[in-house]
């Protein structure tokens, strides 16, 4: 039976859209995305990735209408920023400090452009290797970035245990860890859940008519905010807890499966 309240769909990407296996979007989620949009359904990307390194997305970028990047920092529309949460600087003076004192690899996001601090081996390994990221440019200056720019984002390459120690001392910041790796850490104001909250008054959306996809932990306040919060088959416990659905892995057709099991296609 169709389900005419949903009204848009919020996709987590690494893990949801895209296999970890694989690096692409399975055939089943490309077409059941395509059958979602005929539909009139809206679709939307929700991500800890910064806009350009959303780059494993072409099998179903004429479909998409929007963007929650950087884990809710900044949202866009049509190519228009409806909301940008840059993290306090003296934050961002903490979390660099701490870097340089401490020797590990920190992303850093700007507005404009993304640089790495101290890349080590991990950075290697995780991010260019397992996550296909390699459109990065290594010779551009963060402190340059730091200068210019404001700052929407830091992935820093540390242990969970070593990320409450060093979160305590940015009182202006929350994290969103999806990789035993790395955190994500925005601005206070700035998760996924806040992110749609924003989507959808822009859209003139309800809550309610919103379903929300994602597997890592970074995903739970969509979940938990999203009328409908579906968690993968792969997803941690995080996201689990915080879905209202769970449904099979992101290789075993979980976005099919889910969109077929609440009546949107």
Known sequence: MKNDNVKALFFDIDGTLV?????????????????AKANGVGVFISTGRPLPIITNLKAIEQYIDGYITTNGALCIVD????????IPMADVDVMMADAEKNDYTCIVVGEKRIGVYNPKQVYYDVF?????????DMDIDVKDIMRNEQILQLTPFFSAEYEKEIMEKMPGCVSGRWNPAFTDITAEQADKGKGLEAMAQYLDLNISETMAFGDGGNDESILRRAGIGVAMGNAGDEARAAADYITTSVDDDGVKNALEHFGVI
């Open 128 to 136: 260019v290797r397992d996550l296909a990221v390699q459109n990065i």
């Open 79 to 86: 190519g228009k920023a409806i909301c940008c949460n840059p």
């Open 19 to 35: 296999s970890f296996k694989t690096h692409q979007i399975p055939q089943s989620t490309v077409d059941a995305i395509a059958q």
